[in-house]
């Protein structure tokens, strides 16, 4: 026990769900328990009944996870993609417990809390890093916005009424132009996310590639395309016509001028995942879509 007071995990949680405030609840005083630290954002403390020993932190910084090993996120995939950031930032490992609906980020259900605490306890979970992209917005030669996403940047129309028109590029070579509602520009984990609704490819996420999918073109040649994770994918907005918008992982936006160009590429900084168990993605996908594969029968012996 002695070895784990020194020990320091934080604690992220969406305390809008009843449901998260009592899984704090129980995670809290499972790791007090065991010699555990436990640090929260303080405005969110004042929404969880919290013990005295818990450390509160007054600014969301990547400086208030120093000295952490883990960050436990408590929510579903808003909060989840939310943890993502203060992960990234501070290359604290996170451990997903999804309450939300399908939570592909999480590595944990609700009902999982007390194996969830153990695991942290005995140090048995083991920790996997994420591709990003980073983001970069020209305009005139100028670069007018940076940003960086787990999931997908992707550009969208800004209003319903119009198309927004756009030029594809791979590599510095142009690919084909179309009016459509966005461009989804994802990385593998992103491919269960917006790029799955647009009807792209799900990828496995140890294969390391970039997505860009279009969302409701008009052409006949608008189809995922699966590009090296090295590749430089880019999206032109065309001039003289309705600006679009930029949404990184659905929580950063920025306005897109006409005449905006869009550029993707592998991020420098990975996120980092805590695993707690070797269940292959494909089970995962099966479960998390409910998918259905009665009369399987499996290769032969």
């Known amino acids: 026990m002695t070895e784990n007071r020194a020990r320091t995990v934080f604690l992220l949680a969406h305390t809008g769900r009843p449901a998260a405030i009592r ?36 600014e969301a910084t990547p400086q208030c996870l120093d000295g952490c090993e883990l960050l436990i996120v408590l929510g579903g995939d808003g909060t989840l993609l939310r943890g ?67 999931n997908e940047a992707a550009v969208q129309k800004a209003g319903a009424e119009k198309l927004l028109e756009v030029v594809l590029e791979i590599d510095g070579r142009p690919v084909t132009g179309f009016g459509c509602d966005g461009i989804v520009l994802s990385t593998p984990t992103g491919s269960t996310a917006y790029a799955f609704s647009a009807g792209g490819p799900v990828v496995w996420p140890e294969v390391e590639a970039l997505l860009m999918v279009p969302i409701s073109a008009h052409a006949l040649f608008a189809k995922p395309l699966v590009t090296s994770p090295d590749s430089v994918l880019a999206v032109e907005v065309l001039p003289h016509v309705p600006p679009g918008v930029l949404w990184c992982d659905g929580r950063r936006t920025v306005e897109l001028p006409p005449g905006a160009r869009v550029e993707v590429r592998r991020g420098a900084v990975p996120v980092r995942l805590a695993r707690l168990h070797h269940a292959s993605f494909t089970d995962r996908l099966v479960a998390k879509f409910a998918l259905p594969v009665s009369g399987w029968r499996g290769a032969p012996h």
């Open 23 to 58: 899984s704090a609840e129980l995670v809290v005083a499972g790791l007090l328990r065991s010699g555990i630290g436990v640090r929260v954002l303080e405005y969110e403390a004042r929404d969880l009944p919290l013990p005295p020993e818990v450390e509160l932190v007054k």
């Open 84 to 150: 993502a950031e203060f992960a990234r930032a501070s290359g604290v490992p996170m451990l997903g417990v999804n309450l939300g609906r399908v939570g592909f980020l999480a590595e944990a259900e609700r009902d999982d809390l007390d194996k969830v605490v153990d695991r942290v306890v005995s140090r048995a979970y083991e920790v996997e890093e994420r591709m990003t992209v980073d983001v970069v917005v020209h305009r005139n030669g100028d670069i007018v916005h940076t940003d960086w996403a787990l």
